[in-house]
């Protein structure tokens, strides 16, 4: 694996040759927008800066919106932080007893139990798991009202813990990927990314089409779209991993 910088478009671009790879990879890296881009080995260097230059007015859309939106402060899952549920802040209540982890939603808080010296990672990956039965329980409802308004229907459903994309949509398998964090947003902005996903099952790409399609099938989506780009998302560190990647089809 070989590494290097260029500039293209006038932008910094991090090129990252594997020998593994057969196609071209675009990834945006948060909080600071970093732009990587992986390709195989023989991959002529002309050709990649023809791909980002392709794929440029994307980049920079995402990447604006990714310097713009709000991040929660790091959690640390202690009393008295807030967490969201469908839209709505509930007020952690952290009780440190027996040898399990279970979470309880109140009106206006929620209760997390947990094990004596139990560690932050831990308690993040009980709350992710709550997470995951919330979005599993309503996604079912969510899927049943968005396949019958489209009459279209994808093979298989997934949940991912997404940074930067709130869904994806693998075209040839059928398969929709719902990022986790959509259960801490209205149930609105789920029903507006399942719309979309199921749209590119026939309009690969966000053409006009695209968006009649959306609009006739979900009038309100640009409302939904507004909450998700005003409701806080989660915190990240310099440099992490994140799931925002476009793939070279063309060839």
């Not at 206006?108 to 947990?114: D, S």
């Not at 986790?180 to 099952?201: D, F």
Request: proline share 5%.
């Amino acid at each position: 694996m070989t590494s290097s910088e260029t500039i293209i478009g006038g932008m910094p671009i991090q090129v990252i040759k594997k020998k593994s790879l057969k196609n071209l990879y675009v990834r945006i890296n948060p909080p600071e927008g970093r732009v990587v881009v992986s390709s195989p080995n023989n991959f002529p260097d002309e050709e990649i800066k023809l791909f980002v230059l392709k794929k440029m007015p994307e980049i920079i859309k995402v990447r604006d919106r990714m310097l713009s939106q709000v991040r929660q402060s790091e959690r640390e899952y202690v009393s008295g932080e807030s967490h969201y549920l469908w839209g709505k802040p509930y007020r952690l209540q952290v009780v440190y007893e027996g040898n399990r982890y279970q979470i309880t939603k109140m009106p206006n808080k929620i209760i997390l139990t947990a094990p004596k010296g139990a560690t932050k990672e831990s308690k993040e990956r009980a709350f992710n798991e709550w997470y995951r039965d919330e979005l599993k329980r309503v996604l079912e409802g969510v899927i049943s009202r968005c396949e019958e308004k489209t009459n279209l229907r994808a093979n298989e459903y997934r949940i991912k813990n997404m940074r930067t994309k709130w869904g994806t949509c693998n075209i040839d398998k059928k398969r929709i990927w719902i990022n986790l964090q959509l259960a801490k947003k209205p149930v609105e902005c789920l029903e507006y990314i399942v719309i979309h996903e199921l749209v590119h099952l026939i309009e690969k790409n966000h053409t006009h089409r695209f968006h009649s399609l959306v609009e006739a099938f979900y009038p309100t989506w640009k409302e939904a779209r507004k909450l998700l780009s005003e409701l806080p998302l989660d915190h990240i560190e310099k440099g992490e991993q994140v799931d925002y990647e476009e793939e070279d089809n063309s060839k």
